[in-house]
């Protein structure tokens, strides 16, 4: 299983209490998805980022839906990779 | 940004009538407003992060697309905001209008000092390298967009001030007006002379093509239009 987060240079210099906000998922649970996949918006510091998969696999659980915010490393999905 | 970008292009739109940009975030707020509108402006939706932008004849706007890998999207996310917003201190210096972009270390006083935040208009609070006067009034709003093929950033600069109570009563919101007007200033204001929305136009065109070293891109589009000059303007340096 492996975590999908938004990557660590999008936090860089961002104040430590800020969120980033869940925009829209482009995916759902079960899907199957390929690495580098756009799999949803999220909104940090007023900029539209997506968040794209690290690896094929499918979608195992969505951890933070849509409208959700989640803080620094926080996984947003977990992504079952295909073997 | 439907395809890969190749190079660096920009655009600067003037406009000629009032509307409601919603920011991507915002896009679930668009049937409460509508029935408010009444036909004063329209409603549209932008593919960037923020609050509300009322658009109208007092706002000059930019787009930039950008590849990855481009020297400005090089040192993160924050820094990827900070050459368009001090682009837009050069070319407003010339307008005679004193402002500054503000460091993300600025932004806690900045945003005290400006008094109570209003959420959910773009211009009701401050963000890492958005343009400000010296007492912290917000002039130039910055966001952007990130996708696999490219990067968007965008700014809009408020010419004239805007009609706060239109965007206010559209929102839902009319107690934050008063806010919005305090936490805000235009060009007009601070050059103590109107400020043609095609006069920064002009210039934001001439300092973005030179400073991407590219020609002004003609798109299509409902906005208003106008020509670019390609000489240097007299804040930039030739190379040697």
């Not at chain 2, 549209?44 to 990855?68: F, I, K, T």
């Not at chain 2, 400006?114 to 007492?135: I, M, N």
């Not at chain 2, 906005?223 to 240097?232: C, V």
Request: aromatic share 4%.
């Amino acid at each position: 299983m492996m975590d999908i987060t938004l990557g660590a240079e999008m936090w860089e210099g961002v104040d430590a209490t800020t969120e980033a906000l869940v925009d829209k998922w482009l995916v759902q649970e079960g899907d199957v998805v390929r690495r580098g996949q756009a799999l949803a918006n999220v909104v940090i510091v007023k900029a539209n980022q997506e968040v794209v998969a690290p690896a094929d696999g499918r979608i195992e659980k969505i951890l933070v839906k849509t409208g959700e915010t989640f803080a620094r490393g926080k996984p947003i999905a977990r992504l079952k990779e295909s073997t | 940004m439907a395809v890969a970008v190749a190079a660096a292009r920009f655009h600067v739109w003037t406009y000629r009538a009032p509307a409601i940009v919603l920011g991507c975030a915002q896009r679930s707020l668009r049937q409460d407003i509508e029935p408010k509108l009444e036909g004063r402006a329209c409603l549209l939706e932008r593919q960037s992060g923020g609050g509300a932008v009322l658009s109208g004849p007092w706002m000059v706007g930019v787009s930039v697309v950008l590849p990855h890998g481009h020297p400005w999207l090089c040192n993160g996310l924050l820094e990827s905001y900070r050459w368009l917003g001090q682009l837009h201190v050069a070319v407003l210096a010339d307008l005679g209008v004193a402002v500054h972009s503000l460091p993300a270390h600025e932004l806690p006083r900045a945003n005290e000092q400006a008094g109570r935040t209003v959420d959910w208009a773009c211009f009701g609070s401050l963000s890492p390298w958005e343009v400000v006067d010296g007492q912290g009034r917000k002039l130039v709003g910055l966001a952007q967009r990130r996708q696999q093929t490219g990067v968007l950033v965008v700014a809009g600069t408020l010419t004239a001030r805007p009609d706060w109570s239109l965007l206010c009563r559209a929102m839902g919101h009319p107690q934050d007006e008063p806010v919005l007007r305090h936490r805000t200033v235009s060009c007009e204001e601070l050059a103590g002379r109107p400020v043609a929305p095609q006069e920064l136009a002009s210039k934001l065109k001439q300092a973005l093509g030179c400073a991407l070293g590219v020609a002004y891109c003609r798109a299509r589009s409902t906005a208003e239009r106008t020509s670019s000059k390609r000489s240097l303007p007299k804040y930039m340096s030739s190379p040697t």
